[in-house]
């Protein structure tokens, strides 16, 4: 190495020194200080109940009991949803996505209490950037782990079906299918957002493997899944169940979902 | 003057009607209706190709989706529409009431409220389709009974009023029923309980439902000499040595099996019971008993070219049965509304 | 042996001890006030009320014949009858055969001969007059061939062209060696062409016989409580209120 370069990077090392130290300051200035923390939605809910430490939750929203995911242990206290309860409840920020409980959060705001609104990530690219200021938030300084590569040409990867309730099919330019890309697999639609299913083009041209996510309970939503002519034609090949919710929102778990994919792949290869 | 030939002359176009014995007719536009139906989807698949295929047990694509798709949804269309057009033909000819369908006297609601409960939280769950063709039987046949018990075979505004109150308490139990389901999609299936729909249905769905439709058409056919009788009222019916009380229960059971199984695999599909005998009753020179088996027939090729008509129209958010039904039937309600006003009383 | 015997028929406070005998031939007329339980009778005649007493026919009890044989034996044209639909004459006396399960045409167009209703039989109910209907619902019970007919207020809302057209076609089907009861408001009528009449008071049949015996003054006015003049000599008897 010449001196040119010796001489950057020890001002590489005084800079991040410098800036390393800045954020200590700041982190200690900043949100960690929030102890009573509300959420007013479900994908804020599964957030806090991954990064927040109980105490500082107070309370989470009503919606987080409709589904049961593994990554929210334990119990967690809710409120009910009303202005009246949420103020009671004294909180010292509430937490919510951009397009949730717009009216409810206008109140809160015009009440004086402390709203911060998050963008919900639309893509993978910012879930980082979301997971980071959310943790942020809540002072936890946990590291959040890279997306694994996207494999550049994949016209021959074996393409995967998303299913959900009702027979809607899940398309491109949503994030379900960058994580299904990200897992090795080509989506078996090529329009983009959700889109109702035709069974009889299912049958003439069937996925290589199909993931469906619904609810368990009856109802005339599972009929599509559950028809008896789709079961013939995925009888020989692989499926997967994603628990009801987890397309819910993006979030850490997003990893685990990629994971699961993945396995799938593997498990598709090996047939 | 003479009477006779002017009279002639009026009813002629009617006399004409009934000179056409219409049933086989009726067989063969059905028989057109379900090839018709059987060619609808939106892959070109030959039929012919796909039913050998399946009668020979040769799994192909074209067998699964003639066999597996095709044609539950047809038979489905065709059962259900026999079911209420000959359920309504029966409650006609009951209550002397051109009124009287399943959807209007309140039975159709019954039933899909019974179904539903079952349906939505799994009650014996272990018996299956079974028991939820059974809650919507004893549904169909509670609104019946109460509705009977109500308006008996008053006047038939009467018999439609009672019908009214008790579809407006069903519907409303059926929504608190889908609003605590555990689903979270239940409630968006309101919709099809109180509108139908035939898709998306496996030939298991007709396993019960065909035997149910041949239970409440026999037990209604047994009873053809007291619809024809009661024509001129329930004395002259027992005078005549008909078992009238006996045989109106049987007439209501028959019709809470039709209706009950229909209902709790395809939701209330208004409306046909009601269209199906009125258009066909100058056919059979008004009599109730020559009405049961050309409704049926009609009431299967009505729904089935309903639901022909669904898959015809651009695809997206699916229109149900029942709205197109309701658009036919509805004017012909306030007509035959009309018409009653003006009549002898 | 009389056609129909019945002995202390009672049906709960309308009829009350009510005996009578009807004879083959006989045209039996159940005259009294409104309410005096004339329907009633006949109803239980037919089957259509509970009744305690006997009846019985050419002395078999009537309880131990199904609800068919009953229907076979004893016809009835109620007070009020109306077609729900409207149906071809033809066809509503076609119903008439329902007690016998079949659709003779002789016997159908021999009871719409009776009737005089053959020039209409394929009209509709509903187009007829009030007077056409009246011989239409007469002939539906001729179709079944009843031994006893039991008519109840046939000629009520009827003129009296038709009036008579109707007593005419009851008197010859006694004739034929049946038996007919006919309940009537108008005692002229029931004088003309009655041979024996039941007057009923308040459920009880008070008078018992022939015309002459029965359409007293007294009694018409012991049990009507108006001022009536009879005139049995006149040819058509007469019998009115003063």
């Known amino acids: 190495m010449n001196v040119n370069a010796l001489r950057n990077m020890n001002n590489n090392h005084v800079s991040r020194l410098i800036l390393i130290i800045l954020m200590c300051f700041s982190s200690l200035l900043q949100a960690s200080n929030y102890k009573r923390i509300v959420s007013l939605d479900l994908c804020s809910d599964w957030m806090l109940a991954s990064y927040a430490d109980r105490s500082q939750v107070t309370a989470l929203s009503p919606l987080l009991n409709n589904y049961q995911v593994d990554w929210v242990k334990g119990e967690w206290p809710t409120h009910d949803g009303s202005l009246e309860q949420i103020l009671a409840l004294e909180p010292d920020v509430v937490v919510t996505g951009e397009y949730n409980a717009r009216v409810l959060r206008e109140r809160l705001m015009e009440l004086g209490v402390q709203v911060e609104v998050f963008s919900l990530p639309q893509s993978l690219s910012s879930l980082r950037d979301y997971i980071l200021q959310f943790l942020s938030l809540v002072g936890n300084k946990t590291k959040v782990p890279g997306l694994p590569d996207l494999i550049d040409n994949n016209s021959n990867a074996p393409r995967l079906l998303l299913l959900g309730a009702n027979g809607i099919g899940t398309g491109t330019e949503t994030l379900e299918h960058e994580v299904l890309l990200r897992a090795g697999w080509r989506n078996y639609l090529t329009s983009t957002g959700y889109g109702k299913l035709d069974l009889e083009q299912l049958i003439i041209d069937p996925p290589d493997a199909v993931s469906w996510s619904a609810p368990t309970s009856a109802a005339l939503a599972n009929m599509f899944i559950e028809h008896p002519a789709l079961k013939k034609v995925m009888r020989d090949k692989s499926s997967h169940n994603m628990a009801f919710g987890n397309w819910q929102c993006a979030g850490p778990w997003t990893w685990q979902q990629i994971q699961q994919l993945t396995a799938l792949r593997k498990q598709w290869q090996k047939k | 003057m003479d009477l006779a030939t002017n009279s002639t002359i009026n009813s002629f176009t009617e006399t004409m009607a009934e000179k056409i014995n219409i049933t086989p007719w009726l067989f063969v536009v059905l028989v057109l209706v379900t090839w018709w139906s059987l060619g609808q989807g939106s892959v070109p698949v030959s039929v012919i190709d796909g039913l050998l295929d399946w009668f020979s047990a040769t799994t192909s694509k074209e067998a699964l989706i003639i066999a597996e798709i095709r044609l539950p949804r047809t038979l489905l269309a065709l059962a259900v529409g026999a079911a209420l057009g000959m359920s309504g033909a029966a409650l006609q000819g009951l209550l002397r009431n051109p009124l009287a369908e399943p959807g209007l006297v309140g039975a159709s609601q019954g039933a899909a409220l019974g179904a539903a409960t079952v349906f939505y939280f799994g009650i014996f769950a272990a018996a299956g389709t079974l028991a939820i063709t059974v809650a919507g039987l004893l549904g169909a046949m509670l609104a019946l009974l109460l509705m009977l018990s109500l308006s008996g075979t008053g006047r038939p505004s009467l018999v439609i009023l009672a019908g009214l109150a008790i579809s407006t308490i069903a519907g409303a139990a059926l929504a608190v029923v889908l609003n605590f389901a555990p689903n979270p999609y239940a409630m968006q299936e309101l919709v099809f309980w109180l509108l139908g729909s035939v898709s998306n249905r496996g030939l298991d769905s007709l396993i019960i439902l065909i035997p149910a439709l041949l239970i409440g058409g026999i037990i209604i056919w047994t009873q053809r000499p007291l619809l024809a009788a009661l024509s001129l009222g329930e004395q002259v019916a027992a005078s005549m040595g008909m078992a009238v009380n006996r045989g109106s229960r049987l007439v209501v059971l028959g019709t809470a099996i039709l209706v009950g199984a229909s209902v709790s695999v395809a939701g209330n599909i208004g409306f046909v019971g009601l269209l199906v005998p009125h258009l066909l009753r100058p056919f059979t020179g008004y009599r109730p008993d020559q009405l049961l088996m050309p409704s049926a027939l009609a009431g299967a090729i009505l729904v089935c070219a309903a639901d022909i008509f669904v898959r015809l129209l651009p695809f997206g958010q699916e229109l149900k049965l029942g709205v197109l039904t309701s658009l036919l039937g509805a004017p012909l309600f306030i007509w035959i509304v009309i018409r009653e006003s003006k009549r002898w009383p | 042996m009389a056609l129909i015997t019945t002995k202390l028929l009672t049906v709960d406070t309308r009829v009350k001890d009510v005996s009578v005998e009807l004879h083959r031939g006989e045209v039996l007329g159940l005259i009294g006030p409104n309410g005096a339980g004339k329907s009633t009778f006949l109803h239980a005649l037919v089957g259509l009320e509970r009744y305690t007493g006997s009846v019985e026919s050419d002395g078999e009890a009537l309880e131990t014949y199904s609800r068919t044989q009953r229907a076979r ?86 003129d009296i062209h038709f009036q008579l057209s109707v007593m005419d076609v009851l008197k010859n089907y006694a004739a034929q060696y049946h038996g007919v009861i006919v309940a009537l408001h108008d005692l002229s009528l029931a004088a003309r062409y009655c041979d024996k009449l039941c007057l009923l008071k308040e459920g009880e049949c008070i008078a018992l016989g022939t015309p002459a015996e029965v359409l007293t003054e007294s009694l018409l006015r012991s049990v009507y409580g108006v001022e009536v003049e009879v005139d049995l000599e006149r040819q058509p008897p007469v019998v009115l209120p003063k």
Do not use: Y
């Open chain 3, 73 to 158: 034996l004893i016809g009835l044209q109620p007070q009020a009858v109306s077609s729900a639909w409207p149906i071809t004459v033809k066809d509503v006396v076609t119903l008439g055969r329902l007690p016998w399960g079949d659709e003779d045409e002789g016997i159908i167009n021999g009871a719409m001969q009776c009737a005089d209703i053959n020039n209409f039989s394929e009209r509709r109910v509903d187009h007829l007059s009030g007077g056409e209907r009246a011989r239409v619902w007469l002939a539906r019970v001729l179709a079944g061939q009843p031994q006893v007919f039991l008519a109840d207020e046939p000629v009520a809302n009827l």
